[in-house]
Antibody, heavy 129, light 109 residues
Framework: EVQLVESGGDLVQPGGSLRVSCAAS????????MSWVRQAPGKGLEWVANIKEDGSEKHYVDSVKGRFTISRDNAKNSLNLQMNSLRAEDTAVYYC??????????????????????WGQGTQVTVSS | SSQLTQDPAVSVALGQTVRITCQGD??????ASWYQQKPGQAPIVVFY???NRPSGIPDRFSGSSSGNTASLTITGAQAEDEADYYCSSRDSSSDRRYVFGTGTKVTVL
């Protein structure tokens, strides 16, 4: 069974740091891009960051650039998100998600489909004094 | 970065059809993926790309796209379809960032 399990969520003070992790199982972890997506209380989904299969490429949403660092350990099938200089607005459930892709040719050209599947159950990060 | 806009809420009578729309410039370049989220649960993908429904997702869920608008249609809505629905797409061709839609709450009456 393909599964993602997050851990590490906690209550942390503004300006503090926290590292959340995601353990992957049931698939070849090293063959997929991986993402973190968060959801603030009562709000919608926000994509946060992702990392290439070999860790050589990383991308972030503007609001976390310079504060968050995504990393992975393919030997341990784990994904991490180091969060520094945390703010109240970082309070959210943090989900990890796999990024499958599908490349194909259609009459109108070459396409690549992107989606997130599966998702973990999420880990709660609360930033408050 | 791009934005994807969805209607905040829609309602549908049991067994009827409802269409959820998602608008944004990124949809001119990339197909959307669609996610269903029920209270207290993680999202699950219900449709993605030009015409792909994951295994286990009922065939009453379908998707379409035209210009800057993507749509998810539920044909013959069931009580268990009541949930929040989010669209998503790649944000740009220059790097592999993503954007999510604002979300639509679907109520089945």
């Amino acid at each position: 069974e393909v599964q993602l399990v997050e851990s590490g969520g906690d209550l942390v003070q503004p300006g503090g740091s926290l590292r959340v992790s995601c353990a992957a199982s049931g698939f070849t972890f090293s063959r997929y891009w991986m993402s973190w997506v968060r959801q603030a209380p009562g709000k919608g989904l926000e994509w946060v960051a992702n990392i290439k299969e070999d860790g050589s490429e990383k991308h972030y949403v503007d609001s976390v650039k310079g504060r968050f660092t995504i990393s992975r350990d393919n030997a341990k099938n784990s994904l991490n998100l180091q969060m520094n200089s945390l703010r109240a607005e970082d309070t959210a459930v943090y989900y990890c998600a796999r990024e499958p892709t599908m490349s194909y040719y259609h009459s109108s050209g070459h396409y690549i489909d992107y989606w997130f599947d599966p998702w973990g159950q999420g880990t709660q990060v609360t930033v408050s004094s | 970065s791009s934005q994807l806009t969805q209607d905040p809420a829609v309602s549908v009578a049991l067994g009827q059809t409802v269409r959820i729309t998602c608008q944004g410039d990124s949809l001119r370049s990339y197909y959307a993926s669609w996610y269903q989220q029920k209270p207290g649960q993680a999202p699950i993908v219900v449709f993605y790309g030009k015409d792909n429904r994951p295994s286990g997702i009922p065939d009453r869920f379908s998707g379409s796209s035209s210009g800057n608008t993507a749509s998810l249609t539920i044909t013959g809505a069931q009580a268990e379809d009541e949930a929040d629905y989010y669209c998503s797409s790649r944000d740009s061709s220059s790097d592999r960032r993503y954007v999510f839609g604002t979300g639509t709450k679907v109520t089945v009456l």
